[in-house]
């Protein structure tokens, strides 16, 4: 049967060519997913501060979480944190005592902002703060002197080179450098550079050890130097043994790159997240693809199958037969669609730097198991569909199968009928569920995805049904348009079958692609909304890289301020619930100070009293409340973003999560476990009646070079996370898109490819040429009418869960040039898949089109 599946792939090249399309492109994404996969799980960069040493103890810059399954079972899950976590300096004697370790040598570093002598910020290399470090840990890399000296005066630092020819900067000039205080004065005492003469990844200064000190350090890591004839492996393993102690890591090798750069670290643990989201997303929409495509080209095959039946081949022999073409297919599009999906992922990686999800210099692992992977996954994938697709025909007698082959069967199956039926049932539990947990955020999200799912799956399974509902509606109007019109309208009649088949891939493409852009849409209107509302403070300071805490508290003192705080973000991981298990979340966290918080932000409180905020207690929005199942009065246990375990009393839940932040938390308390420790910006409120605060709050905000002076928060920088995830989404909306034309040109084209002998005896009995084209172009409009309109009815039902859970509204954002987009480019696909046939077929003389082979 191998060998005859191979002579029906030569025989129908244009019946196997929208399936060799479609898993081409699911190999491509799938492989550019999987390199994702891969470098997210082996991110890092070559190791620059850390080269020297033989290994490196930091903290876990994740953290385990003990959860229950829905049934009960413990399981153990892993969140990224986002801030660095710090070391107990006395960690440093124990390792010293650790057999194979010569020396130990303390880093300790601080994110500081550079100003030249002239009063211009610098920037670190990829929009990165300057990390100051102790002029002992430079013997822990590869940085050496390049001219000048050691720091030894507490006003003297040392700068690498890169950094010093962007700020002008030469041993002998002074430069200021701010932390959270003011710009001091420093001389340039000298310069360093890479061994090997490579610009380093990120912009470091040396100060001496006594001088950093100074600027309230933290202790990045412990840099340890082995005794001659220590294997990395064994010191990892003694210095692990000795430390006994989850939240701590040492790192040898490749792994002290992850250890010095803890943006690539994050990104990386995102990184996985994300890939494994679109990988699973398009894995999910191809099946649906296939198996619209392969049902398509069974049933244009139901003759030949009808007739090896009739002549003994057995239903096994040909699903063999139908296995063998797909696996081949399967092997060959997806060993081509590797080296698209290289290029892919070289572009998606280019897209996710720029929208911040990466570093720039995000390094890609390369290796052959994506690849590998995907071409499994993709024939895998094709069998699947395609097996499942012919499990009907393979199924009937011989004489049955003759019998449809000539005639289309009318109606639906039982079986068919039945699963429709419980599909729409499930649907409509998941909408009343929606509406009944109405203030439960998460588990509406939840729902609607579920929703969207199940409705496209009995679209499909229905599809008969509703396409001779949409007739009987369309029917009338195209009556109206004349002989062609009354000819579509008798044939789409006829063949309601074979219309199902034309509207399922529209109906996929819209819902889909609405119900995912649209969410998206919504989410950032009723965010951008409530930050202009929430937002009560007159003036407002931002810098780029942070403002310095002290300057809120220099605020305050001015007699024209009423209330100002600092706003200063990070996040925190927490447990949630949902349908009776639990799950790790992080969440977004933000820090004011109680007495301003009033004054300067209304996070429009629903419950409890925000006036209580204190170091020991916290509120949380809405959104929060129901994901982690608390109320005011209850105690929520939390892990800051360095992971540090922080239990607090929830005293208030506010509504105003999405613009501002999931938990408010006491400034000092979250500021504490930052590793920039700077805010955000500062919220002032003028006294009633105040006069000349403007000038005021412009001459404080120049003693710190990058500071502005603006009149409220700016959106987009606010938002700036959740536009980085709407394009995420949008990006599967294109996949999406891209698989819908494979499906509408090839259900379409194969479907009018099949009714060359229709058009062949109307051309005879005396249809014009042109006549025929109108009768299919009213067909192509029945067909995008039908598909567009319910792929619409049905995104409705998901969006209206989801524009309950963002704001309490039931209506959804929905920029009219979006849904035109959406509408218009599936409308587009369509009427080509249809007229392009069309035309080539009516170039074919009606006697050779009539005596053609099927």
């Known amino acids: ?23 081409l492109l699911g190999a491509a994404v799938l492989s550019a997913c999987g390199i994702l996969l891969e470098s997210g799980v082996r991110a890092g960069s070559p190791a620059e501060r850390y080269a020297a ?45 650790v057999d194979g370790v010569r020396s130990v040598v303390t880093d300790e570093g601080a994110p500081v902002r550079l100003v030249t002598a002239g009063g211009i910020p610098v920037a670190g290399r990829h929009g990165t703060a300057p990390q100051a470090h102790n002029w002992a840990g430079l013997s822990l890399g590869d940085f050496r002197l390049s001219s000048g000296h050691a720091p030894a ?65 933290t202790v990045y890591a412990f840099g340890i130097h082995a005794t001659p004839g220590t294997a990395p492996g064994q010191l990892a393993d003694a210095v692990g043994a000795a430390l006994h102690d989850d939240r701590l890591t040492v790192r040898t090798g490749d792994g002290r790159g992850r250890a010095e750069f803890l943006d690539v670290t994050i990104s990386g643990s995102n990184l996985v997240i994300l890939s494994a989201a679109i990988g699973g997303n398009v894995l999910l929409i191809a099946v649906f693809v296939l198996y619209a495509t392969a049902s398509l080209s069974i049933r244009h095959r139901r003759r030949e199958i009808a007739l090896l039946r009739a002549i003994g081949t057995t239903p096994g022999q040909i699903r063999r037969m139908l296995a063998g073409e797909a696996a081949v297919t399967g092997l060959v599009a997806g060993v081509l669609g590797c080296p698209v999906g290289l290029l892919l992922v070289h572009w998606l990686r280019g897209r996710f730097a720029g929208h911040g999800i990466v570093p720039g210099d995000f390094g890609l692992v390369i290796s052959p198991l994506p690849f590998l992977s995907a071409v499994a996954v993709t024939v895998l994938t094709a069998l699947a569909a395609v097996l499942a ?129 649209f969410s998206q849409t919504t989410a950032l209107r009723d965010s951008a909304a409530e930050l202009r509302s929430g937002l009560v403070a007159d003036h407002v300071l931002t810098a780029p890289a942070g403002v310095p805490p002290e300057l809120a508290a220099k605020i305050r003192k001015l007699k024209q301020v009423q209330a100002a705080t600092g706003l200063v973000k990070s996040k925190v991981v927490a447990v949630g619930k949902m349908f009776g298990g639990q799950q790790s979340v992080s969440l977004g966290a933000q820090g004011v100070d109680p007495g301003a918080l009033g004054r300067t932000l209304d996070l429009r409180t629903r419950e409890g009293d925000m006036s209580a905020l204190s170091p020991t207690t916290v509120a949380i929005s809405t959104t929060t409340a129901s994901w982690l ?27 105003r999560g999405f613009g501002f932040a999931d938990l408010t938390l006491d400034h000092d308390v979250l500021l504490a476990h930052t590793t920039a420790r700077a805010d955000a910006s500062v919220l002032v409120r003028s006294a ?36 980085a995830n709407a394009w995420v989404n949008y990006l599967v909306v ?41 009768m299919m172009r009213r067909e192509s409009f029945v067909v995008v009418a039908a598909g567009v309109g319910l792929g619409t009815l049905l995104a409705c039902f998901p969006l ?55």
């Open 1 to 23: 049967m191998f060998a005859l599946a191979l002579q029906t792939l030569k025989a129908r090249k244009g019946g196997f060519a929208g399936t060799f399309v479609a898993l």
């Open 53 to 97: 040493a033989d290994g490196v103890v930091t903290g876990r810059q994740e953290i385990e979480i003990a959860l229950k399954d829905v049934d009960g079972t413990a399981v153990k899950e892993s969140q990224p944190l986002s801030e660095r976590v710090p070391l107990n300096t006395g960690l440093a004697h124990r390792i010293a005592g």
């Open 153 to 217: 005066a507490d006003d003297e630092v040392v700068l690498d080179t890169e950094i010093a020819g962007r700020a002008g900067a030469r041993p002998g000039d002074t430069v200021r450098l701010m932390t959270s205080s003011e710009p001091r004065l420093y001389r340039v005492a000298g310069l360093v550079a890479l061994d090997d003469g490579r610009t380093p990844r990120q912009s470091v200064l040396f100060l001496s050890d006594h001088a950093m000190r100074q600027l309230a350090p």
């Open 389 to 517: 697709a012919a499990l009907r025909a393979t199924r009937i007698r011989p004489t049955e199968a003759l019998g449809e082959a000539a005639v289309e069967r009318p109606g639906l199956g039982r079986g068919r009928r039945v699963t429709g039926v419980v599909l729409l049932v499930l649907a409509a539990g998941a909408f009343v569920t929606g509406l009944v947990e109405r203030s439960d955020f998460f588990t509406l999200v939840s729902l609607a995805n579920s929703l969207v799912l199940l409705l496209v799956i009995a679209a499909a399974v229905l599809g008969p049904p509703l396409s001779r509902m949409a007739v009987g509606l369309l029917a009338p109007l195209l009556n109206r348009t004349g002989v062609t019109g009354y000819l579509a309208a008798a044939n789409t009649r006829a063949n309601v079958v074979r219309l199902a088949g034309a509207i399922t891939p529209i109906v996929l493409a819209v819902s889909f692609a609405s119900t995912i852009v």
């Open 629 to 655: 199942g608390l109320d005011v009065g209850d105690t929520a246990d939390l892990h800051l973003g360095d992971g540090t375990p922080y239990r607090a009393k929830v005293i208030a839940v506010y509504a």
């Open 688 to 723: 009633p009646g105040a006069h000349g605060l403007t000038g005021e709050l412009t001459r404080l905000a120049a003693a710190y070079p990058g500071t502005v002076l603006r009149d409220g928060l700016a959106v987009d920088d606010q938002l700036a996370e959740q536009r």
């Open 734 to 774: 294109g996949v999406i898109i891209a698989y819908t034309a494979i499906t509408v040109v090839n259900t379409l084209a194969m479907s009018t490819a099949a009714r060359r002998r229709e058009f062949a005896l109307l051309r005879l009995s005396g249809t014009a040429r042109g006549q025929v084209a109108g």
């Open 800 to 854: 209206f869960l989801v524009a309950l859970g963002l704001g309490g509204s039931p209506w959804p954002a929905v920029p009219a040039l979006g849904y035109l987009a959406i509408a218009g480019a599936t409308a587009a696909l369509a009427v080509a898949g249809v007229m392009v046939p069309t035309r080539l077929l009516l170039r074919i003389r009606p006697v050779e089109a009539i005596g053609a082979r099927e």
